[in-house]
């Protein structure tokens, strides 16, 4: 039997879940963005050899690859500064070295930059050349580049979040998407970016020639490279350096083979300011408006960064036993960085025991985990990866191993994180009647509603309320979720009804209330939530006569140990339960 | 789908005539762009994912070794890069924020738990969930791309859809929709 007939009712969802009608390729438009690559492809068959690409074709393919991060082709564009200067200081005779250079780029607050890049073919029909403009200011770190259709990128990075915007000049929208940074996104500088993209060009050997010369009546240097590469490709660069500034003015490379030529042409230029935005980079202000995510402001960032500490400095080390709605026992054990959670679900077999004592509560999630029924996982974060196990109906234990760059840190769906401190990465904090009565912090946030591929409603535009408070160690006491309901459970509405799902038109009362009823204080004075109350009036079951929506109370119960002994090995991934043990 | 007319392809493209190239893209868009969703969770930088493969696989055509493994080398690529996305792009699967949404409860409609189910899959089931029901791949493309057999995709598909309904269970989905 084929997996798709043992369950039709599961497949639905899935496709509904995930399905897409996955736009037609456009191979010519594509070659038109990777006219690097499909020159690359050009020139091995014209060599009919298996090498990779030419110096000259490092370069542009860098250049013209990341439509998303304009800087780093910025970056390429003081590549070929710095190749030269590098090359030069290799050879012994620098009259200022690259570290001048560097310092002197560090300190150019704008950098403008023009390119045009031309090839040409002897004997075949050659294409226009292709000119852009960029802009790149160090702080705020941000680049925007105008292309010659009239389209124009901006991105804005910060240590929270990136801020990508897209406008297209043949719809006339203008797209912005606001993205979270990763770590390895993190804000680094310009030059420092041009750092790392020149390691794997400074064993190249090349013949240098330095001239003095004079440039608008300033002293400038002239710097010449000549060379031939590994593929036989002849490559010659020069550069034009402010001797006062130390900054370079204008580039040109040109790199030759088999009768094919291209030229990229860079002119510098380090005004004073640049275009802020894509407005005042010509985006016109009646373009249509895209905006996806919810932007982090200064301010947000300001004003939750307590809340952000408190999180990070919850007590350790520390075991917490979650037991919710009497079903579900969550053990998370945290010492420094590492982190193990265990969790079990009741089945007929195995109830948890009806009691307040955290000892009998751990001891029989042990048990059940020992005894190996169906159900219960475990992950293990060392702080860099997370070691899964898992078991199910039909499997023995499973195992995995996933970079935390995926799960980040305090990635546990459960326990005093999850629970009292939850991650909030957007949003802006209000005033409410709730909020003042109880002399509580409030922070807002919004989502988009989300869409199948067949145009359904995957979810519904929501709000939600954050309630912390600053003489609980900046607890969240109270959560409350807004949206509009979702009529057909398992389903969705059409893309056309759901007006009625924008964030800015959405109830006014919460379907969902989540509240600390009972606190609990350790040794140390810190506070943790010892009882969680849920309601939620959009629960949706199925009791026979068909699909009825209802109000469901949950109850969460935390237990806490901060001064744990913990059992041998239980941060040991290899200790993790096999298929065998 | 990996067939006489798919080497002649892979080998005319070898032998310098993109416009092959261009086909084989053509036909591998739809279960690339799933291999890179699978991962990403993004459909936009999923397409651009399996462009960026597209180049990598231009460049490096020619080293391929064994020209009737075109797809499953293709697939390899776009893993790889999307991996890379993963990492730089910072549009991640979060687990924990995942879960928020469905917390304690099974309260929550369908897609953020059923893609839930999906997250918390290894990460080959994972693919082979997406690539059926991304684009609505048929076993034949699946197993093109994958390099395993039709049977193996079965069973593995069987299994994965397991433990999907085991996690929904544990959710509190309800038994009825299972």
Redesign the interface.
Known sequence: M???E??K???E?????????????D?DK??D??RA??E???S??ARQ??S??SWRLDIWRTLM?S??NRVAAAAVAGICVLLTMILLDDAGSPAFGMTDVMAAMRKAEWMHITYEYAESDAGLDNAEPQVRESWLSVNPMRDITVFKNGDIGYTEHSTDQ?RVQRYDAETNVLTTRY????V??SYTSIVDKIFGDIAELEERGAAIERTDSVDDGRPAVIMNVDFIDDNSVHGRGSILIDVETRLPKRATFISEQSGRSSTIDIVFDYPKTGPADVYQAGAPREATMKVIGQRISADFLEAIAPYRAARENLPKPRIVVEV??RS?VSVIYANGMEERFEQV?RSKKAAPPDTEDFRAILDWAGKVIADKP??PRIHINDGKNVYSA?R????PW?R?EI?T????V????AGLN?RGW??IRTGVFIENDYATKNSLLCIETTSEP?F??DSKL??AATKTLYYIDPERDYMCVRIERFRHP?VP????AAAEEVSVYDPKDIPTEPY?V?EVVQFGRIDSGHWYPGRIS?T?K?????S?RGWQMRT?T?D?RLYIDTKPEFPEGIFDPDRLPTADR | MQDGSELQLVNAAV??D??S???L??RY??PM??IA?SLLSD?QLA??AA??S??RA??????LKNRARFSPWLAAICRNVAKDM????????????L??AA?????N????L??QA?E?L??PAREL??L?????LS?EEIASVSGISRAA???R???A???????LR?KGF?E???
């Open positions: 084929k997996a798709d043992d369950n009712k599961l497949d969802m899935i496709s509904r879940a995930v399905g897409r009608e996955v736009p037609a390729f191979f594509w070659k963005n990777h690559e499909t690359i492809f050009k091995q068959t050899e298996n990779g690409s690859k439509k998303r990136m993205i979270p940074a990763s390895n996104s919710a709605d579900t679900r169906a159900g898992n199910d109906y039909s499997n499973t995995e970079s760059t995926r799960y980040g305090g990635f546990t769906p999850y939850p991650r989300q199948t591929g995957a979810e979702v459970p398992w389903g969705g969902l989540t849920t939620d959009q629960s949706w079951s199925d026979g469901k949950f969460i | 032998a310098g993109i416009e190239f261009g086909e893209c053509r868009y739809g762009v799933a969703y459909h397409e651009d462009q960026e597209y180049a231009l460049v490096n055509l020619r080293r993963v990492a730089v792009k910072a549009r991640r699967i979060d687990a924990a924020d879960s928020q917390s304690g409860s099974s309260h409609e369908n897609g953020t059923i893609r999906i918390q290894p990460a969930i997406v059926r029901y991304y684009n609505n076993y995709i079965n069973g598909l069987t299994r859809k397991r433990k999907m309904a085991a996690y544990r309800p009825s929709q299972l």
